[in-house]
């Protein structure tokens, strides 16, 4: 099948319309405290598959247009139980009055109310609910990934438990930035004004194939409908040195126009300390880092969204993120001889002053058509550019601590501009036998990076041109897919999805004359198939194939010296990755969730620690040099063990397979991995709450690496006073100090390298929040409005 014949067949759904009629659904939810605000309403299919949401009006109202059919409608708020009811729309029809129960306890002069789980599971997806957990408070959105239950965030990356790298998305938008880019702009963020976050480990056709392990979904608050609200939190974060952040977020709804703007500033700085144990043949380096990093960082958020019609929603949304994380950095490698004495020691010390800069633009559209078709349309633009100017100074001395002379002085000015724009669609089409989806997006980037490399040991800075380069990269790529939904005898459920995506890319470094191409075209197939008993016996299998592509920065052959004995450098033959995804899950009464999963990796790629004994330095590089395979059995347990005491409990047992398929000089290895965690809240009284946090990960083996041991106890309590309106958190964090990257290590050319990282695990924070508004603006009755898709960068 050429390429022709395959883009005709993945576009020819998008000709495909029929005709329907919609009707108007009507209700007005209360409780026995009066009219409830902001409850979610949902309406599903019978395949299962989501047709509409809104919540309610500050009357209680709601109202949504949708097509002739029959549906499940689930009515869910905060603290109540969830209504449910089977409706057939063959007319416009108003349900009248419906009534959430609320789930009160009386202990003694106690009060609880039951509120909403911190993890649901769904047919293709996890989703953690961030506000339910204490430990965010005042927290950013990368500390709230770090709390996702099998989301590890270490070493400048964002992975499963036990399955590789995973893309970030916000709202549906692929963010197009990662390693350290994604994480300042995750940091940007405030963990508040996330609603919840979906783990999606095999996602379906609709969205990109990109990332080893899947896909994380950030899904932003929307505000209460039909009234004002703002919201202000100032927080102190303590370790060795301290940062403050004020975060303020407005929201305002009335009629057919919805606006938000947020607003967030950090000042202060963090500590990082590093140590890096080579051991060379003649004997050991032992090097240590202890490092001053600038928190300091400005953002903001606007949203705008206009309903035109009762079928038509518009929307702009734009981002803007300023962030100088300059750092201080003092390096000293102790060298050893054969005898394990010190013979000397170099003292690097730098200042490297650092700037970013990012904004990106939506415009969004979202319409329902008629036979109950939907479509949205997105056009989103990337804006990102760095700097990076690092000094360092290398001074060697005696073991006793005599000078004896400046080794290397050197002055190191990069920076990298990234530009990405896309256009997307989505078409929802349900037919009289399954629900049919199916789209298309185009993305295209481009990126430059430079770098200059001053030798300032004279006093005068003189360009070194071997050392400076300028690397341009420009990648492509043009996807369709189409994916089906179907539901039969009740229990079954089945989904296909096929997803075609074609890429182009170029590099071209202008220092080493160095032009590399790359074209490729690929089928990413997803299956879905799932099979409920009843209500206490829940099925599920998926396979998904994924594609894990280089970042920018990856890609740039040149070198970036870290300090005198270390420097970093890109490949840019790198070839993306390829995985093959299998996962079943198995949901008893939905609390006690089991998991089985099995990932197969192709010319699997990553980073190289090696050494070069002549010269003891240490090159850390990038290539494809594995093929491997990983597996995990898991338990997961969710449970009100009293009327005060909620658990959410998990533990998986993973293991690993690798073969390399390049001589890298280097034997593989493999072994077990055995994980735990425990969340435990406790409510103590009225607005009163304590929670235990604890994660163990053990000692692990892996392809070319292993990694020491990860614990980490957090400890944090919540009180709200003034009727809720003004919240104080108090959190620590990393009690022990245990939870940080230790003892990374590899060996390579017969070299052992041990690597260790800790910047402030261990902190303490105090974060007051003040919420205040109006909830009674005279409104006309209107539909909710839309968000979909955003962007990628340079992993490093």
């Given at each position: 099948?050429?390429?022709?014949?395959?883009?005709?067949?993945?576009?020819?759904?998008?000709?495909?319309?029929?005709?329907?009629?919609?009707?108007?659904?009507?209700?007005?939810?209360?409780?026995?405290?009066?009219?409830?605000?902001?409850?979610?309403?949902?309406?599903?299919?019978?395949?299962?598959?989501?047709?509409?949401?809104?919540?309610?009006?500050?009357?209680?109202?709601f109202?949504?247009?949708?097509?002739?059919?029959t549906?499940?409608?689930?009515?869910?708020?905060?603290?109540?139980?969830?209504?449910?009811?089977?409706?057939?729309?063959e007319?416009?029809?108003?349900?009248?009055?419906?009534?959430?129960?609320?789930?009160?306890?009386?202990?003694g002069?106690?009060?609880?109310?039951?509120?909403?789980?911190?993890?649901?599971?769904?047919?293709?997806?996890?989703?953690?609910?961030?506000?339910?957990?204490?430990?965010?408070?005042?927290?950013?959105?990368?500390?709230?990934?770090?709390?996702?239950?099998?989301?590890?965030?270490?070493?400048?990356?964002?992975?499963?438990?036990?399955?590789?790298?995973?893309?970030?998305?916000i709202?549906?938008?692929l963010?197009?930035?990662?390693?350290?880019?994604?994480?300042?702009?995750?940091?940007?963020?405030?963990?508040?004004?996330?609603?919840?976050i979906?783990?999606i480990?095999?996602?379906?056709?609709?969205?990109d194939?990109?990332?080893?392990?899947?896909?994380?979904?950030?899904?932003?608050?929307?505000?209460?409908?039909?009234?004002?609200?703002?919201?202000?939190?100032?927080?102190?974060?303590?370790?060795?040195?301290?940062?403050?952040t004020?975060?303020?977020?407005?929201?305002?709804?009335?009629?057919?126009?919805?606006?938000?703007?947020?607003?967030?500033?950090r000042?202060?700085?963090?500590?990082?300390?590093?140590?890096?144990?080579?051991?060379?043949?003649?004997?050991?380096?032992?090097?240590?880092?202890?490092?001053?990093?600038?928190?300091?960082?400005?953002?903001?958020?606007?949203?705008?969204?206009?309903?035109i019609?009762?079928?038509?929603?518009?929307?702009?949304?734009?981002?803007?993120?300023?962030?100088?994380?300059d750092?201080?950095?003092?390096?000293?490698?102790?060298?050893?001889?054969?005898?394990?004495?010190?013979?000397?020691?170099?003292?690097?010390?730098?200042?490297?002053?650092?700037?970013?800069?990012?904004?990106?633009?939506?415009?969004?559209?979202l319409?329902?058509?008629?036979?109950?078709?939907?479509?949205?349309?997105?056009?989103?633009?990337?804006?990102?550019?760095?700097?990076?100017?690092?000094?360092?100074?290398?001074?060697a001395?005696?073991?006793?601590?005599?000078?004896?002379?400046?080794?290397?002085?050197?002055?190191?000015?990069?920076?990298?501009?990234?530009?990405?724009?896309?256009?997307?669609?989505?078409?929802?089409?349900?037919?009289?036998?399954?629900?049919?989806?199916?789209?298309?997006?185009?993305?295209?980037?481009?990126?430059?990076?430079?770098?200059?490399?001053?030798?300032?040991?004279?006093?005068?800075?003189?360009?070194?041109?071997?050392?400076?380069?300028?690397?341009?990269?420009?990648e492509?790529?043009?996807?369709?897919?189409?994916?089906?939904?179907?539901?039969?005898?009740?229990?079954?459920?089945?989904?296909l999805?096929?997803?075609?995506?074609?890429?182009?890319?170029?590099g071209?470094?202008?220092?080493?004359?160095?032009?590399?191409?790359?074209?490729?075209?690929?089928?990413?197939?997803?299956?879905?198939?799932?099979?409920?008993?009843?209500?206490?016996?829940?099925?599920?299998?998926?396979?998904?194939?994924?594609?894990?592509?280089?970042?920018?920065?990856?890609?740039?052959?040149?070198?970036?010296?870290?300090?005198?004995?270390?420097?970093?450098?890109?490949?840019?033959?790198?070839?993306?990755?390829?995985?093959?995804?299998?996962?079943?899950?198995?949901?008893?009464?939905?609390?006690?969730?089991?998991?089985?999963?099995?990932?197969?990796?192709?010319?699997?790629?990553?980073?190289?620690?090696?050494?070069?004994?002549?010269?003891?330095?240490?090159i850390?590089?990038?290539?494809?040099?594995?093929?491997?395979y990983?597996?995990?059995?898991?338990?997961?347990?969710?449970a009100?063990?009293?009327?005060?005491?909620?658990?959410?409990?998990?533990?998986?047992?993973?293991?690993?397979?690798t073969?390399?398929?390049?001589?890298?000089?280097?034997?593989?290895?493999?072994?077990?991995?055995?994980?735990?965690?425990?969340?435990?809240?406790?409510?103590?009284?009225?607005?009163?709450?304590?929670?235990?946090?604890?994660?163990?990960?053990?000692?692990?083996?892996?392809?070319?690496?292993?990694?020491?041991?990860?614990?980490?106890?957090?400890?944090?309590?919540?009180?709200?006073l003034?009727?809720?309106?003004?919240?104080?958190?108090?959190?620590?964090?990393?009690?022990?100090?245990?939870?940080?990257?230790?003892?990374?290590?590899?060996?390579?050319?017969?070299?052992?390298?041990?690597?260790?990282?800790?910047?402030?695990?261990?902190?303490?924070?105090?974060?007051?929040?003040?919420?205040?508004?109006?909830?009674?603006?005279?409104?006309?009755?209107?539909?909710?409005?839309?968000?979909?898709?955003?962007?990628?960068?340079?992993?490093?």
């Open positions: 099948m050429n390429k022709a014949t395959l883009f005709i067949f993945l576009l020819l759904p998008l000709w495909c319309f029929s005709q329907s009629t919609t009707f108007q659904l009507k209700g007005k939810v209360i409780s026995n405290s009066g009219l409830l605000a902001e409850a979610s309403i949902e309406l599903l299919t019978q395949q299962g598959i989501a047709a509409g949401t809104t919540v309610t009006a500050t009357d209680g109202t109202a949504m247009l949708i097509p002739g059919n549906y499940k409608i689930k009515i869910s708020a905060t603290g109540f139980a969830v209504w449910e009811k089977n409706i057939l729309m007319k416009d029809t108003d349900i009248g009055l419906i009534l959430l129960s609320e789930p009160i306890t009386n202990l002069e106690v009060t609880i109310i039951t509120s909403k789980k911190i993890i649901e599971q769904k047919t293709d997806r996890l989703i953690y609910h961030v506000e339910n957990n204490l430990t965010n408070a005042g927290g950013d959105a990368l500390s709230a990934l770090a709390t996702a239950p099998g989301v590890m965030v270490q070493n400048n990356a964002i992975s499963l438990l036990g399955k590789g790298i995973t893309r970030v998305m709202d549906g938008r963010i197009e930035l990662s390693g350290e880019e994604l994480h300042n702009f995750l940091r940007s963020l405030a963990a508040s004004d996330i609603k919840n979906e783990v480990t095999n996602p379906p056709a609709k969205y194939a990109g990332g080893s392990g899947g896909l994380i979904n950030i899904i932003l608050k929307k505000g209460l409908r039909d009234a004002w609200k703002n919201t202000t939190t100032v927080s102190y974060d303590q370790n060795t040195h301290a940062f403050y004020l975060r303020n977020s407005f929201n305002y709804s009335k009629n057919k126009i919805r606006f938000s703007w947020t607003e967030n500033g000042l202060g700085s963090s500590r990082e300390t590093e140590t890096l144990n080579i051991y060379y043949p003649n004997g050991l380096w032992e090097l240590k880092d202890d490092s001053k990093i600038r928190k300091d960082n400005l953002s903001g958020r606007v949203t705008f969204d206009y309903t019609s009762d079928k038509t929603t518009v929307g702009l949304q734009y981002l803007n993120d300023n962030g100088n994380p750092s201080q950095s003092n390096t000293a490698i102790a060298i050893h001889n054969t005898t394990n004495t010190i013979d000397r020691i170099i003292v690097n010390k730098g200042l490297n002053d650092k700037h970013t800069n990012s904004q990106t633009y939506n415009a969004h559209v319409s329902q058509l008629d036979s109950g078709k939907k479509i949205a349309i997105d056009i989103d633009h990337l804006a990102f550019d760095s700097g990076f100017d690092k000094g360092f100074v290398a001074t001395y005696a073991s006793d601590g005599t000078f004896q002379n400046i080794t290397q002085s050197a002055r190191n000015l990069s920076g990298q501009n990234i530009k990405n724009t896309s256009i997307k669609a989505d078409m929802e089409h349900p037919l009289p036998f399954f629900e049919l989806s199916y789209g298309f997006k185009a993305s295209f980037t481009n990126s430059k990076s430079a770098v200059r490399y001053f030798n300032t040991i004279t006093g005068t800075p003189e360009l070194d041109p071997n050392q400076s380069n300028e690397f341009a990269y420009r492509n790529n043009q996807a369709v897919y189409i994916n089906g939904n179907k539901k039969w005898k009740e229990k079954w459920e089945m989904q999805g096929l997803r075609l995506e074609n890429t182009q890319t170029s071209y470094s202008q220092t080493l004359s160095q032009q590399t191409k790359n074209n490729y075209l690929k089928l990413f197939p997803t299956v879905y198939v799932s099979y409920q008993e009843n209500e206490n016996h829940n099925f599920n299998f998926s396979y998904g194939k994924r594609i894990n592509k280089p970042g920018f920065g990856m890609l740039n052959p040149f070198r970036s010296y870290i300090n005198s004995n270390s420097y970093s450098e890109g490949n840019p033959f790198l070839k993306p990755s390829f995985h093959d995804n299998f996962n079943f899950t198995y949901t008893y009464k939905k609390k006690l969730r089991s998991n089985i999963f099995f990932n197969a990796t192709t010319d699997g790629y990553g980073v190289l620690f090696t050494s070069n004994p002549a010269t003891n330095t240490q850390i590089s990038r290539g494809n040099y594995y093929n491997g990983s597996y995990g059995i898991g338990e997961n347990y969710a009100e063990i009293t009327n005060w005491w909620e658990s959410e409990n998990s533990v998986y047992l993973l293991g690993s397979k073969n390399f398929t390049t001589d890298i000089d280097a034997v593989p290895v493999n072994g077990f991995q055995f994980y735990f965690s425990t969340s435990n809240t406790f409510s103590l009284g009225e607005g009163t709450k304590l929670q235990l946090d604890y994660t163990y990960n053990s000692p692990n083996k892996s392809g070319l690496y292993s990694v020491g041991y990860v614990s980490g106890l957090d400890i944090a309590v919540k009180q709200q003034f009727k809720k309106s003004l919240q104080m958190t108090l959190l620590i964090n990393d009690v022990f100090n245990t939870a940080f990257l230790k003892d990374y290590t590899s060996v390579v050319h017969g070299i052992r390298q041990v690597y260790s990282e800790n910047e402030s695990s261990r902190f303490f924070r105090v974060a007051v929040t003040y919420t205040f508004g109006n909830n009674k603006i005279n409104v006309k009755q209107r539909e909710l409005g839309n968000e979909e898709e955003k962007k990628r960068a340079g992993k490093s």
